[in-house]
C-alpha cells in the first residue's frame, strides 16, 4: 500500500506543476466493498464458509486530489485512494482434527483440536480521472457537484493460514453417525500483486456538495459509486488464486474532504 501511495502522491505532484487557479484536495474516506460473491469468486468463497463479513472490510482512510479547472462550471480531477485492510478469521462450520494421514476438517459438532482460520489482506489503490460538473458554478454558499470518469486499479490479495480443501474429500467412518464427509486443512500462504500490485481497469461517478468556509477554503462532503474487477494470474504467471472468478474491487464511498483553491 506504502508504494502505491507513493505511486499516487507523485501523480498528483506532477499534475500540480501543469497549471494555475485549481485545487488539492485532501478526502477521509469510509469505503463499503460491493464484494461481489459469486460461488466461485474468492468473496464469495471467503464470505460463504468463514466469519467474515462484507462488513469486516469496511474501512476508513485517507484519500487525495488535484483539481484542474476547465471553465467556470467544468474541470478534470484526478484522484489516488490508498485503501488496505487485513482480517483474521475463522471457518464457522469446522473444527480441525489432527489424525495420522495429516490434519482434517470436521463438522463443528465434533470436539476438535482447534479451530482453522487464515488472514485476509487487501490493498486496493485506485487512480481517477474524472470530469467534474458544478452546474450553478463555484461561486454560491452551496455548491452543488457530480462527475465521473475511468480509473487505474493497482491491486494485491494475500491469504495466510489454514485453508480447508473442500474439492478433495475424504471419508472418516464414525462409529455412531457413520460415513462423515471430512477435507484436508493446509497452512497456505498464498500471496498476488508483487511490487505495484496488480492492474485493472474500472469506473467510477460521484456526487455531493461543496461550502465555502474561507476565501481559498471549501469543505466537501459527497459520495462514490466505484466498479473495477481484477482477474487473477493464471498458472504459467505464478497465480496463487488459480480457478477462481475475477475479484471485485468496487464499492461504495463517502467522502468528507477539504479543498484549497489556488
Given at each position: 500500500m506504502n508504494k502505491h501511495l507513493a505511486t499516487g502522491i507523485l501523480i498528483l505532484l506532477a499534475a500540480s506543476g501543469l497549471a494555475s487557479a485549481?485545487?488539492?484536495?485532501?478526502?477521509?474516506?469510509?469505503?463499503?466493498?460491493?464484494?461481489?460473491?459469486t460461488p466461485d469468486s474468492l468473496w464469495g468463497i471467503e464470505l460463504a464458509n468463514m466469519s467474515f463479513r462484507r462488513?469486516?472490510?469496511?474501512?476508513?482512510?485517507?484519500?487525495?486530489?488535484?483539481?484542474?479547472?476547465?471553465?467556470?462550471?467544468?474541470?478534470?480531477?484526478?484522484?489516488?485512494d490508498p485503501y488496505s485492510k487485513s482480517k483474521a478469521g475463522f471457518y464457522r462450520d469446522y473444527t480441525g482434527i489432527q489424525l495420522v494421514?495429516?490434519?482434517?476438517a470436521f463438522p463443528q459438532d465434533y470436539q476438535g483440536d482447534y479451530t482453522p482460520g487464515h488472514s485476509l489482506s487487501l490493498s486496493i489503490t485506485p487512480i481517477q480521472l474524472s470530469l467534474k460538473i458544478a452546474p450553478f458554478g463555484r461561486r454560491g454558499k452551496l455548491i452543488p457537484y457530480l462527475g465521473g470518469?475511468?480509473?487505474?486499479?493497482?491491486?494485491?490479495?494475500?491469504l495466510r493460514g489454514d485453508i480447508i480443501d473442500f474439492s478433495d474429500e475424504w471419508t472418516y467412518e464414525d462409529p455412531a453417525y457413520g460415513d462423515i464427509p471430512i477435507y484436508p486443512i493446509t497452512q497456505r500462504d498464498a500471496f498476488e500483486g508483487d511490487g505495484l500490485g496488480r492492474v485493472?481497469?474500472?469506473?467510477?461517478?460521484?456526487?455531493?456538495?461543496?461550502?465555502?468556509?474561507?476565501?481559498?477554503?471549501?469543505?466537501?462532503?459527497?459520495?462514490?459509486?466505484?466498479?473495477?474487477?481484477g482477474t487473477f494470474a493464471d498458472e504459467a504467471h505464478g497465480g496463487a488464486f488459480l480457478g477462481f472468478d475475477k475479484f471485485d474491487l468496487g464499492g461504495f464511498h463517502i467522502q468528507l474532504g477539504m479543498n484549497y483553491w489556488f
Open positions: 485549481n485545487t488539492l484536495n485532501v478526502r477521509l474516506n469510509y469505503f463499503i466493498p460491493r464484494a461481489d460473491a462488513s469486516s472490510f469496511q474501512e476508513a482512510y485517507f484519500g487525495f486530489g488535484y483539481e484542474f479547472f476547465l471553465t467556470g462550471s467544468f474541470s478534470l480531477l484526478l484522484e489516488v494421514e495429516g490434519d482434517f470518469g475511468v480509473g487505474l486499479y493497482l491491486w494485491s490479495v494475500r485493472a481497469f474500472g469506473w467510477q461517478a460521484f456526487a455531493g456538495f461543496m461550502f465555502p468556509i474561507a476565501n481559498r477554503l471549501t469543505i466537501d462532503l459527497g459520495c462514490k459509486v466505484s466498479a473495477a474487477k
